[in-house]
């Protein structure tokens, strides 16, 4: 998928050892962590994006010495409203997880 024709979305937006300033974009009741690029996928999917694209290699700039990896959202909503969901569903990964 090109960039152009959908979102990039990477771990550390929510990732809840991260500070604002550094790159996390949701608040800590959002956030997880050390979240990874492939739960990231699989909350963007079940928050009914259906064309995601992952890209494990990839390494946030200001992290430039970690490959945390990134995901491709193609959609036409904003990014913020696109990261949110995806926070609200990865929250519920996690939690449905640690019941188990």
Known sequence: MKRRNGKIIWTVYF?????????RRVPKSLSVE?????????????AGYK??????NAKF???WYDSEGRIF????EKKS???RKIAE???ELRRSAKKK
């Open 15 to 23: 990732d809840s050892t991260k500070p604002r300033d550094k790159g």
């Open 34 to 46: 050390k979240p990874r690029v492939e739960e990231l996928a699989l909350a963007a999917e079940k």
């Open 51 to 56: 064309d995601v694209a992952i890209d494990r």
């Open 61 to 63: 700039p200001a992290y």
């Open 73 to 76: 959202v193609k959609t036409t």
């Open 81 to 83: 409203i696109v990261i």
């Open 89 to 91: 569903k990865l929250v």
